[in-house]
């Protein structure tokens, strides 16, 4: 018998590896019961969601790739701008002509090495969180002291993966994401969901005012808006 579904399948090209989503599509449409001839619409739903909430916390939420240049002005805590950060690539040190600064660093044998556009070895740099509990928390650099003697250091270039995984997104995240994209489903479907009964008008049914974002919604999301640092 032929498979008349891998066909559609891969027309859309919509698999969960090339949605930009805080939930998998077959998931949310089994919660739904949605079937597979509103796959587009579904995972319309599911994207633009993810990116109104990320909008709305005021900061990337699903695992990238960063590079970040984070000034140096002797503090050696340096506080990183995404967060939750799962892992360091690499840091070096940048002068003020935004290249690398050549350093003569002590190393544990009492000899020195250059440092010309060389990452840092980690022995002088470690990952700490801002606070001692918690998944969701700001992280900053610490700099090894040694980095006090060398002159013309003005920031560090930090490359780093910060963000949840698919795998790993908590769960009061997840139902937030599912909440407002079937909020968003029904709206593009037709239906009046979100929409308050109150009437600014005389006509026959009314004139409605059209909440942005479910109150239960903005609930979920609120401990992870971004933390001033």
Known sequence: MRNE???TKLALGITDNNLYTL???????GLLGIDDREDKLAAFSLVTSTFTIEQFCRRRLLRKKYFETVEFCGDLLL????YPVTDVLAVFTMSNEQVPTKLAITINN???KNVCGEILEREFYRLVPDCES????PYSIELSPALLRYRGLSAVKVVYWAGFGKDIIPDDLRAACMELAAWNFNRYRGKRIGMTGNIKGAGKE???????????VRTLLEPYKRKLI
Do not use: Q, T
Not at 206 to 216: L, T, V
């Open 5 to 7: 579904e891998a066909p």
């Open 110 to 112: 009492g000899k020195k």
């Open 206 to 216: 009314g004139e409605h005012f059209e909440m942005s974002m479910p109150e239960n």
């Open 23 to 29: 939930m998998p599509l077959a998931v949310f449409k």
């Open 134 to 137: 918690g998944l969701d928390v």
């Open 79 to 82: 506080p990183l701008r995404e």
